[in-house]
C-alpha cells in the first residue's frame, strides 16, 4: 500500500468542501485517494481512457515518463539488459528478487519440463484457415490451456514456480507452432540442450530437413528484446489482465484477454504497424517529409506508427536501447534493408518539428523493434507474438501481485450515463 501523508486535500463544490486523503508512493508520485468521495459528495470522476487514473499500489515496476526512465523491481532496464538473461528477469519479475545459481537452475529445468504442449492440444491447430493471425491462435490456445492443467491454488513459492514455468515454455510452444501452421510447415519439438529464445528460434526456423544455425548475436538480441517488453506498469493489456483477473478469472483466461489487448496497434500492434508504415513510405519515394507532414493532420490513420507514449514525455529509454540493438545487428547481419535508413530520416524529422518535440513524442519501443525482428527473419504477423513473449512475465507477475493482496476488489469503474430520459413504454401482456 501507498504510504498516507498527513496533508489532506480539500475539494470544494458550490458551498460545500470535502477533504480527501493524499496518497505518496515510494518514487514520491502523489495520488489523491477518491475512495470516499462518493459516498462523501455523491461525485464520481471521470477519466477517459484512464490516462490520469493509479487504478492499484504495484510494486513491479516504475515507469517515469518525464526523465525517460524504466525499473523493474528497483533495477533500471538498461542493467538488466546488459547483464541478465530474460529468463533471470522473469524470475525477477515475479519473485521481486534476481534468482541465485541453485533458483536459476531449478527454473531451467522447469522450464525444460513443461515445454511441451499436449499432444491433443496439436490438433486444435489443424482445424484453424490458412493466414489465421498467430494473435488470435495464441490467445484461443492459451485459454485451452485450463482445460488440460489445474488452475494456481496457492501462494507457495514451488507451485507458483510450476505455474509460472509451465506458461512462459509453453507459450513459446504454442508461439513457433502458429508460426509454423502459419507457414503450412511441420512442428518442431522444444530441445532441453537449447536455452530459452534458442529453442524459440530453431522451433520457428528449423525443420525436418533443415537445421537453423543459430547465431550467437541473434539469440542474444532477441534475449534482449524480449527484457525490454518484460513489464511496464498499468498498460492497456496488464490492465486488462487484473481486470479479467479482478473477477475470479483464472491465470490462463486473463493471459489470454491481455494477449487479445496487445494485438491492437495503439499497444503490442505497433510494431507491425511500423513496418507497415515505412513500406508505405519506401512506395512513396522515401518521402519522410510527407509522412511527417500527414501525422500533424489530426487525422489518427495517419499517426506515425511507433511513436508517441501515454506516459512517457521524453526519450522512451527502451526504444533507446531497441535502436542500437538494432543497429548492432545490421551490422554484424551485414543488412541492407532500405527501410533501415527509412526510419532513421523519419525519426531525425520528426524530432526536430515542433509538433512532435511541443507535445513530448519520441519513438516507443515499436519503432525499432519490428525492424529487428524484420532482421532475424520473424515474418511481420509474429512480431506482436514476439511482445506477448517478452511481456508474459509482467503480466503473470501483475496477476500474483492482484491475486495476493488483501486489498483486492473487483474491477468495475463508473460511467457518466449521457443517454435518454426513461421513455414512454408499453407493458406488453403476459
Ligand atoms: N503521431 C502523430 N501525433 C500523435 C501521435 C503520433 N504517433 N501520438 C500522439 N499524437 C498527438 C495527438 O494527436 C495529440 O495531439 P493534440 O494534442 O493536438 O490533440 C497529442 O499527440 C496527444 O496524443 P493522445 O492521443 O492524447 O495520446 P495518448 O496518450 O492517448 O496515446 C499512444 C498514446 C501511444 C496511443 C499514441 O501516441 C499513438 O497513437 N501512437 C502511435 C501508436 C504506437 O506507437 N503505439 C505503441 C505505444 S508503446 C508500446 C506499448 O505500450 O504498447
Redo the contacts with the bound molecule.
Keep these: 500500500m501507498p504510504g498516507k501523508t498527513p496533508e489532506k486535500a480539500e475539494l470544494r463544490f458550490g458551498e460545500k468542501s470535502w477533504e480527501l486523503p493524499v496518497l505518496k508512493g515510494s518514487a514520491g508520485d502523489i495520488a489523491l485517494d477518491i475512495r470516499s468521495l462518493r459516498k462523501q459528495s455523491g461525485m464520481v470522476v471521470f477519466d477517459p481512457?484512464l490516462?490520469n487514473t493509479a487504478c492499484c499500489a504495484s510494486r513491479i515496476c516504475f515507469v517515469d515518463g518525464e526523465k525517460g526512465r524504466l525499473f523493474y523491481r528497483g533495477y533500471p532496464v538498461e542493467y538488466l539488459v546488459e547483464n541478465h538473461e530474460f529468463v533471470e528477469v522473469a524470475y525477477l519479475l515475479v519473485h521481486s528478487r534476481l534468482p541465485d545459481p541453485d533458483e536459476r537452475l531449478r527454473f531451467s529445468k522447469l522450464l525444460n519440463r513443461h515445454s511441451l504442449i499436449h499432444e491433443d492440444m496439436q490438433h486444435f491447430f489443424r482445424n484453424y484457415p490458412e493466414g489465421a493471425h498467430p494473435m488470435a491462435i495464441l490467445s484461443a490456445m492459451v485459454v485451452s490451456l485450463s482445460t488440460f492443467y489445474p488452475e494456481l491454488e496457492a501462494s507457495a513459492e514451488e507451485e507458483i514456480d510450476v505455474t509460472v514455468t509451465r506458461l512462459l515454455s509453453k507459450l513459446r510452444t504454442i508461439a513457433a507452432f502458429s508460426y509454423k501452421k502459419s507457414v503450412g510447415e511441420a512442428f518442431v519439438y522444444p530441445s532441453h540442450r537449447l536455452k530459452y529464445c534458442e529453442n524459440l528460434l530453431n522451433m520457428m526456423f528449423s525443420s525436418p530437413v533443415v537445421d537453423y544455425q543459430l547465431d550467437p548475436v541473434v539469440v542474444r538480441t532477441l534475449d534482449r528484446v524480449l527484457t525490454l517488453h518484460a513489464d511496464?506498469g498499468q498498460?492497456?493489456?496488464t490492465t486488462t489482465m487484473r481486470t479479467v483477473g479482478s473477477a475470479g478469472a483464472n491465470l490462463y483466461a486473463s493471459v489470454a484477454a491481455a494477449i487479445c489487448a496487445?494485438w491492437g496497434?495503439?499497444?503490442?500492434?505497433?510494431n507491425q504497424?511500423?513496418v507497415d508504415m515505412l513500406e508505405r513510405i519506401a512506395a512513396d519515394g522515401g518521402n519522410v517529409e510527407r509522412a511527417v507532414e500527414d501525422?500533424?493532420s489530426?487525422d489518427?490513420s495517419?499517426?506515425?506508427?511507433?511513436?508517441?507514449?501515454?506516459?512517457y514525455k521524453a526519450y522512451?529509454p527502451r526504444a533507446r536501447i531497441a535502436k542500437k540493438l538494432y543497429h548492432d545487428l545490421a551490422r554484424h547481419l551485414e543488412l541492407d534493408d532500405p527501410l533501415h535508413e527509412i526510419a532513421v530520416r523519419l525519426e531525425e524529422k520528426a524530432l526536430t518539428d515542433p509538433?512532435?518535440t511541443e507535445?513530448g513524442?519520441y519513438p516507443?519501443?515499436?519503432?525499432y523493434t519490428g525492424l529487428i525482428f524484420r532482421a532475424i527473419g520473424v515474418p511481420r504477423d509474429m512480431f506482436t507474438v514476439m511482445?506477448a513473449l517478452g511481456r508474459l512475465p509482467g503480466w503473470i507477475a501483475h496477476w500474483l501481485e492482484q491475486y495476493s493482496s488483501t486489498e483486492r476488489r473487483i474491477v468495475r469503474p463508473r460511467q457518466l450515463y449521457v443517454g435518454p430520459d426513461p421513455r414512454p413504454h408499453r407493458t406488453s401482456p403476459s
Design positions: 481512457g490516462a511496464h498498460n492497456c493489456s496487445l496497434d495503439l499497444h503490442g500492434g505497433a504497424a511500423v501525422a500533424k489530426g489518427r495517419r499517426r506515425l506508427m511507433g511513436f508517441g507514449h501515454r506516459v522512451d509538433y512532435f507535445r513524442l516507443n519501443v515499436d519503432f511482445f
